[in-house]
């Protein structure tokens, strides 16, 4: 892909964003709404919260937990742009994943993740999903929904074999800052 030095650019189809970044680093602060995982081919992304700072490297990837305020920055590295793919996990694509899931197979008593930004371990899962997402760099080439879909169903499944915390984690539809009101009437019931 040939692109001016000045460029950047960023493509969605259907909540997967290729991100390229030629010139200048970006940072920002966002609330990030939706979960997401975003896997690193050439410069770095960080991601700060409070006083940790995650470093993900090419090559690496990092799921970034929903209703949290995190400090991004996307940093060429010499001559090698920003270049990163971004997977969003939506709600509603979660709550339709769960229905599909064997409920026998959830662990029990498993935690979700309280940090915002968890380095994901390089896998064979996570390293065939994001590379077979190369050809869609190029922003010619236009994967079909079904194939999106196909790939974000990937993507948790890639995350639910990594650890058990991932359930709860995923598949926790409370809303920030409001009572689950079902488990709430669960824990004082008498």
């Known amino acids: 892909m040939n692109l001016s030095r000045s460029e950047?650019?960023?493509?969605n189809y259907s909540d997967v964003f290729f991100s390229f970044h030629l010139s200048e680093d970006k940072r920002c602060s966002s609330m990030a709404h939706d979960h997401y995982m975003v896997y690193i081919y050439s410069g770095e992304y960080h991601i700060?919260?409070?006083?940790?700072?995650?470093?993900?490297?090419?090559?690496?990837?990092?799921?970034?937990?929903?209703?949290?305020?995190?400090n991004m920055e996307k940093l060429s590295k010499g001559d090698e742009p920003f270049r990163g793919i971004f997977m969003m996990l939506?709600?509603?694509f979660l709550r339709e994943m769960f229905q599909k899931i064997e409920k026998k197979n959830l662990p029990d008593s498993t935690c979700k993740f309280k940090q915002s930004a968890i380095k994901?371990?390089?896998?064979?899962?996570?390293?065939g999903l994001f590379l077979s997402l190369t050809p869609y760099?190029?922003?010619?080439?236009?994967?079909?929904?079904?194939?999106?879909?196909?790939?974000?169903?990937?993507?948790?499944y890639s995350l639910l074999n990594?650890?058990?915390?991932?359930?709860?984690?995923l598949f926790d539809f409370t809303?920030?800052?409001?009572?689950d009101l079902l488990e709430f009437m669960e824990q004082n019931y008498m």
């Open 90 to 92: 939506k709600r509603p």
């Open 8 to 11: 950047h650019l960023v493509f």
């Open 175 to 179: 809303e920030p800052w409001k009572i």
């Open 120 to 127: 994901l371990p390089d896998t064979p899962d996570i390293t």
């Open 48 to 70: 700060v919260e409070g006083k940790k700072r995650t470093v993900i490297r090419p090559g690496e990837c990092v799921f970034v937990r929903r209703d949290n305020r995190v």
């Open 162 to 169: 990594i650890d058990n915390s991932f359930y709860p984690t």
């Open 137 to 156: 760099l190029d922003r010619s080439v236009k994967p079909s929904e079904e194939m999106i879909k196909l790939k974000q169903i990937e993507g948790i």
